[in-house]
T-cell receptor, first 109, second 117 residues
């Protein structure tokens, strides 16, 4: 079967750096997405990786290794507003999106 | 910029009742989707549409029906609600940019919280 694994919850300190990992096993691969979801709100798009390597967007970066079935989302200079769930999703060989359960990130002052 | 609008935001039903969730998008997107989100699980696709007049089953379609009579609207119906359908429902839309190779980013509505007693 197809599977996306992420840690359920992580805690970090304001101003610090945190790395959220995502491992996947899917039938084929056509891209990996990260979305942010604040409590009670809709998911919003953060990043997209289809080739190996690091994509940087301001304080957020996303890394992909297709051979390892692995990605991470790196958040720098953490702010309280970064407290949210981070969803990893993989588009499989049939172009269907498979979603992880999400990682709840708690930021402490 | 309204984006994707879902109504209602909250609803409580009794087992066996029927209801329709409405999704409207103003971005002229071709693709529309209905997902459900349950604690501890990833988003699960219920039904989707690749254009006006088309619908297709997703991962968990049983107990739901959909219609896409107009490009901007995608309706999700529950004919006979069951407690297992208690969930948060999200509608999303995307365009055809990049097709299978591009990002095809989803824009989500704010969600509809449904409780079935």
């Amino acid at each position: 079967g197809q599977n996306i694994d992420q840690p359920t919850e992580m805690t970090a300190t304001e101003g610090a750096i945190v790395q959220i990992n995502c491992t996947y096993q899917t039938s084929g691969f056509n891209g990996l997405f990260w979305y942010q979801q604040h409590a009670g709100e809709a998911p919003t798009f953060l990043s997209y990786n289809v080739l190996d390597g690091l994509e940087e967007k301001g304080r957020f970066s996303s890394f992909l290794s297709r051979s390892k079935g692995y990605s991470y989302l790196l958040l720098k200079e953490l702010q309280m507003k970064d407290s949210a769930s981070y969803l990893c999703a993989v588009r499989d060989g049939n172009y269907q999106l498979i979603w992880g359960a999400g990682t709840k990130l708690i930021i402490k002052p | 910029n309204a984006g994707v609008t879902q109504t209602p935001k909250f609803r409580v039903l009794k087992t066996g009742q029927s209801m329709t969730l409405l999704c409207a998008q103003d971005m002229n997107h071709e693709y529309m989707y209905w997902y459900r989100q349950d604690p501890g699980m990833g988003l699960r696709l219920i039904h989707y549409s690749v254009g006006e007049g088309t619908t297709a089953k997703g991962e968990v379609p049983d107990g739901y029906n959909v219609s896409r009579l107009k490009k901007q609207n995608f309706l999700l119906g529950l004919e006979s609600a069951a407690p297992s359908q208690t969930s948060v429902y999200f509608c999303a839309s995307s365009d055809l940019t990049g097709g299978g190779s591009g990002a095809n980013v989803l824009t989500f509505g704010a969600g509809s919280r449904l409780t079935v007693l």
